[in-house]
């Protein structure tokens, strides 16, 4: 268990700024919450988001608070990582955490879990689909249907536009350009299989799935999805949660804990 590497007081807990490397040669700038523990869970963003979301601060606090150490990055073309923001991207991003995942194997850390959040539990699920060497995945509110809810912002004729201009830019309520998206990275989203990507996920590999009953962006029947089809598989519906379980951070982090401390490392 754990138990032997956590400490029973509140750990010192160090911050260090870590900039890694990606197989394309952008710097992908993380923090490292360090407990002095080898024991280290690796948390990823979604979609237009950082390493500076909420959700994911609270859950370091509370990992950090067990004993364990934290890291949580920008991908690529995000928050003070290199790159160009893409609207797909899903196996890039998957290329990104395995630079993570090796950075840190390197520095002798025992990877006890990959958690992601939103988009980034779609790539923490992929990356368990090619890469055997995590035991534990976190799935948070990712989605299963990707050719559900692209109309939200791109609109419902967003076929048709973006084979005509070859793409679509997607604006604020100021009419001022966000970002584009092309049609390779709209391919890329529609050509992403997660039904295949959840068979193939080895049954070893022990993943827990995490949905608010009220989350309007990805729709709760997504996570029972991922339940019928990964083989080791837990699923936990937090009922009156958003997507961003703003009225349920605690519950969150006290699901995460026990998943990962009911686990042999």
Do not use: W
Request: net charge negative; proline share 2%.
């Amino acid at each position: 268990m754990l138990g032997g590497n956590i400490a029973s007081f509140s750990p010192v807990v160090s911050k260090q700024r870590v900039e890694i490397l990606n197989k394309h040669g952008e710097k992908l700038v993380g923090v490292l919450h360090s407990t002095g523990s080898k024991n280290l869970v690796i948390l990823c963003h979604g979609f237009r988001s950082t390493k500076e979301a909420r959700t994911l601060l609270n859950l370091i606090a509370a990992l950090t608070g067990e004993g364990m150490s934290a890291f949580h990055f920008d991908f690529a073309g995000n928050g003070e990582s290199d790159g160009e923001f893409q609207y797909g991207n899903y196996h890039k991003e998957v290329d990104d955490l395995h630079a993570i995942v090796l950075f840190f194997s390197e520095k002798k850390y025992k990877i006890c879990a990959i958690t992601g959040h939103s988009k980034g539990g779609n790539v923490v699920l992929l990356y368990a689909s090619t890469h055997n060497d995590v035991p534990l995945v976190i799935n948070l509110s990712g989605r299963f249907a990707l050719k559900r809810g692209i109309d939200g912002h791109l609109r419902k004729d967003f076929i048709e536009r973006i084979k005509k201009d070859g793409f679509i830019d997607v604006m604020d309520k100021k009419g001022k350009v966000e970002y584009r998206v092309t049609e390779e990275s709209l391919m890329d989203r529609l050509n992403t299989d997660m039904h295949a990507a959840c068979r193939a996920i080895d049954k070893d590999c022990r993943v827990l799935t995490i949905h608010g009953s009220e989350d309007k962006i990805v729709p709760s029947e997504d996570a029972f999805e991922f339940d019928k089809l990964i083989p080791n598989h837990k699923l936990h519906i937090v009922e009156g949660a958003n997507h961003g379980y703003t009225q349920h951070q605690e519950e969150l982090a006290s699901l995460l804990l026990d998943f990962i401390k009911s686990t042999q490392i």
